[in-house]
T-cell receptor, first 113, second 110 residues
Framework: DVKVTQSSRYLVKRTGEKVFLECVQD?????MFWYRQDPGLGLRLIYF???????EKGDIPEGYSVSREKKERFSLILESASTNQTSMYLC????????????FGEGSRLTVL | GQQLNQSPQSMFIQEGEDVSMNCTSS?????WLWYKQEPGEGPVLLIA?????ELTSNGRLTAQFGITRKDSFLNISASIPSDVGIYFC??????????FGAGTRLAVHP
């Protein structure tokens, strides 16, 4: 079974802090994604990566950056957290380029005070 | 912004009832997918549809890819308590870009 593991289930940070969300997948998938989930808005794509050191902006990249130094690991970085970044963050991976078949982690719920 | 309209937003049903939910868009998609998210978990893929008109079943779940390629529906027959969760539709047009609906929250009363 594919396993996507997110390092923190719950985080509480203060405005202006730098936040790292880590994600690791164990199935040698090429593609990794970071989504944000908010009630009534569904899942919105922040960034994705199709290879090591490669990244592309999704629909809501502002205020976020990402890092993919190893194939199995994809990190989401909030350089200076703000209260409007309080949300559930979901990491996902997929094998093929054109497939929509994603494997998600359990999510990281971030609260910014 | 949001390009998929998913309805209903929520449903509260009795165990044993059938459930229908759908997704519509003004844009054409090449692939439609349905995911389920249980409380405290990430979404899990239920069904993927790749051709217009395709009808696919997965146990008590049946999903269809609309002929116009602008819509999809999901039916759940004879619901049970473990069907509780949020169901998301998603459409894919091209390279690694999925658009998700806002979700349908399903509650099942025993």
């Amino acid at each position: 079974d594919v396993k996507v593991t997110q390092s923190s289930r719950y985080l509480v940070k203060r405005t202006g802090e730098k936040v790292f969300l880590e994600c690791v997948q164990d199935m040698d998938h090429e593609n990794m994604f970071w989504y944000r989930q908010d009630p009534g808005l569904g899942l919105r794509l922040i960034y994705f990566s199709y290879d090591v050191k490669m990244k592309e902006k999704g629909d809501i990249p502002e205020g976020y950056s990402v890092s993919r130094e190893k194939k199995e690991r994809f990190s989401l970085i909030l350089e200076s957290a703000s209260t409007n970044q309080t949300s559930m963050y979901l990491c996902a991976s997929s094998l093929g380029t054109y497939t929509g078949e994603l494997f998600f982690g359990e999510g990281s719920r971030l609260t910014v005070l | 912004g949001q390009q998929l309209n998913q309805s209903p937003q929520s449903m509260f049903i009795q165990e044993g009832e059938d459930v229908s939910m759908n997704c519509t868009s003004s844009s054409i998609f090449n692939t439609w997918l349905w995911y389920k998210q249980e409380p405290g978990e990430g979404p899990v893929l239920l069904i993927a549809l790749y051709k217009a008109g395709e009808l696919t079943s997965n146990g008590r779940l049946t999903a269809q890819f609309g002929i116009t390629r602008k819509d999809s529906f999901l039916n759940i027959s004879a619901s049970i308590p473990s069907d509780v969760g949020i169901y998301f539709c998603a459409g894919q047009r091209g390279y690694n870009k999925l658009i998700f609906g806002a979700g349908t929250r399903l509650a099942v009363h025993p």
